[in-house]
């Protein structure tokens, strides 16, 4: 009798349903490919009812997206922001509709920090440490000049500014270490390709390290490389974040030399930081993802694992 009641109690937690609307920044690359697979699948496991609309990398449209889901009265709000700033409008609205909302990936700046209820994500400013100590610690050659090219992400985007930060933090104490060009690609191949070939036909043989901000621009980059008659991973060294399955790949075979990583499975933590919400139970304010690094060794090891 006891655990059929039990069983009755679990059927009725499970029948209230939860409302989440998430908006997705874009489509941009393969970290966003698998972050959107991971909340769907994860909304699917939690039996959350999730209402995911795409923004296509467009501020307006995310705002738009937002207030849509205000309008419907959502549980929960969850967002991916395309960049820092912009969103205390309609994060006001929100709050003023009693609805709390979850920094998915990205954080912002607003005026008032209680518009947002919890963040989940990685911590962007020790990727870009991590990405330079590599650097100045494989070093060979000492007291020769490193001439950089960076391949940034989106302007005034929360990962685009911790990545640089935490990159120039390290660099700021090694003075042979010169950053010739800082180039947007977007976080995306062909822009990542684009700049690249741009930065070849402007420095050529002076660029001796690549720093990408993400994989699909790194992965651009290779090719603008290999193109230009230049072996990527040997006469100039990669350096990507995120470690998605084609960097794991590239690294394998040389072709790319140091992989940081961004995890984009937030699925299942967001999950349950909308079910908590949803029955009142305070929640942390910052749930940060834990990461890798990965050299050619460890990347042949990893690949066998990673789905994405
Ligand atoms: O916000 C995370 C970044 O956004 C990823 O590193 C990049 O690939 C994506 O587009």
Redesign the pocket.
């Known amino acids: 009798l006891q655990q059929r009641d039990l069983s009755t109690n679990h059927q009725e937690e499970k029948d209230v349903k939860v409302t989440l609307g998430f908006a997705q ?2 489509k ?5 490919a698998a ?1 959107t697979s991971s909340i769907i699948a994860a909304a699917k496991d939690e039996g959350v009812n999730l209402k995911l609309k795409n923004a296509n990398n467009d501020q307006e449209k995310q705002v738009e997206i937002i207030r849509g889901f205000i309008k419907q009265g959502v549980d929960v709000i969850a967002f ?1 922001p395309k960049v820092e700033h912009g969103w205390d409008e309609v994060l006001q609205e929100a709050k003023n509709a009693g609805i709390p909302v979850i920094l998915s ?2 954080e912002i700046e607003v005026r008032d920090s209680s518009l947002w209820t919890s963040f989940i ?2 911590d ?1 400013v020790e990727e870009g440490r991590r990405a330079a100590r590599w650097l100045v610690n494989g070093r060979k050659t000492p007291g020769k000049e490193v001439n950089i090219i960076e391949l940034e ?2 302007s005034n ?3 685009s500014i911790g990545r640089k930060e935490g990159f120039e933090e390290v660099l700021h104490d090694h003075h042979s270490y010169r950053i010739l060009d800082s180039l947007i690609g977007d ?1 995306t191949y062909r822009k990542g390709k684009e700049m690249m070939a741009a930065a070849l036909a402007r420095y050529g043989r002076d660029i001796d390290v690549v720093y990408a ?4 621009m790194a992965i651009g980059a290779i090719e603008a490389i290999d193109e230009y008659g230049l072996r990527p991973g040997k006469d100039i060294k990669i350096i990507s ?2 470690a998605t399955k084609k960097a794991l790949t590239a690294l394998s075979i040389g072709k790319l030399n140091f992989s940081v990583e ?1 995890n ?1 499975l937030l699925g299942p933590q967001l999950m349950k930081s909308v079910k908590d919400l949803k029955a009142g139970k305070e929640i942390p304010m910052k749930i940060i993802t834990s990461e890798k690094t990965f050299t050619k060794e460890e990347a042949k090891q990893e690949i066998l694992m990673r789905h994405y």
């Open positions: 920044v874009g941009e690359s393969g970290f966003r972050n991916s990936d990205r994500g990685s962007f992400g989106t985007a929360a990962p976080f901000h993400n994989d699909d974040i995120d961004c984009p």
